[in-house]
């Protein structure tokens, strides 16, 4: 069966841009992209919240032709190579809340992964509470690629995996083979520590090195343990100097009160990232 990825978007600028690293994408790992918008219910004016269903009809049918628009944009304005074939793009508009809407559809049908954008700049709510790209990684399963506002496509060649050495990381390393393995891509298999490395780490390391050794998926894989207090800074530098296009991450769902005082890494590298961001939610 055809791999697929779920593309949510907000019509804006930076998920026009995103729309064209998604079909470029697409096209490189031979995936089908679905296109979803959700369009808010209209509530009328009131002492008791009644939603409008002639308005609400209306914004939809101006969600379709905003689709039409935006689909046939990004698919004549992207910089094909000669060599791609463009993926196949279906496109839906459907009324709900944005995020429940999102997850449902994740849900009920088998995504190899969303493709979501980041704005620069956000409001203060969507800081502490997060925006909705970023609180979707505590609503599915289903991985997110996340892509900075601005960044233009680059075949993904490099691949920075941060590893803590859980026991997902087995599958997770061979799911990114099944998606990016057309690519061929180098893989660096990254732990960070914030003191110098001890035995107990290296040894690790070497127990993820010996897996892999026994059981190669088709992937170039290197190991590395970094060291240094600033987790953002030593990955940018690594990224950098191994000329890493995508960075993959683990992200643990948390408590509300967590959520709100302690930004999880996963979520911080997603927003301040200047390359990609690869999300699987345990």
């Known amino acids: ?84 074939k463009q993926p196949e793009v279906t496109r839906k508009v459907i009324v709900g809340g944005v995020k429940d809407s999102i997850a ?48 233009q496509f680059e075949s993904i060649t490099s691949i920075g995996y941060a590893t803590d050495f859980d026991h997902s990381d087995p599958m997770q390393i061979f799911q990114l083979y099944e998606i990016f393995e057309p690519s061929n891509p180098m893989l660096y298999c990254v732990h960070f520590s914030k003191e110098v490395a001890g035995d107990l780490e290296e040894n690790q390391m070497r127990l993820v090195e010996r897996f892999f050794s026994n059981h ?31 960075l993959v991450f683990n992200h643990e769902e948390r408590s509300f009160l967590d959520r709100l005082f302690h930004r999880s890494q996963s979520k911080s590298m997603a927003l301040r990232s200047n390359i990609p961001v690869f999300v699987f939610s345990n």
């Open 216 to 246: 190669p998926p088709a992937l170039q894989i290197k190991y590395e343990i970094l060291e240094g207090q600033n987790l953002e800074q030593s990955l940018d530098e690594f990224s950098k100097l191994h000329g890493l296009n995508l």
């Open 104 to 151: 449902k559809e994740a849900k009920e049908r088998e995504y190899a992964f969303l493709v979501m954008s980041l704005k620069e700049h956000h409001n203060l709510g969507e800081w502490i509470l997060g925006p909705v790209s970023t609180s979707m990684m505590d609503k599915i399963s289903t991985p997110i690629l996340y892509v900075p506002e601005k960044y």
């Open 1 to 84: 069966m055809k791999k697929k990825i779920l593309f949510p978007t907000d019509f804006s600028e930076a998920s026009q841009n995103a729309f064209h690293y998604c079909l470029r994408l697409a096209a490189q790992t031979d995936c089908a992209v679905d296109v979803l918008h959700v369009v808010a219910p209209v509530v009328a004016p009131g002492d008791v919240p009644v939603v409008s269903g002639e308005d609400t009809v209306v914004k939809k049918v101006l969600g379709e032709e905003a689709m039409e628009a935006f689909c046939d944009n990004g698919m004549q304005n992207t910089p094909w190579l000669t060599t791609e």
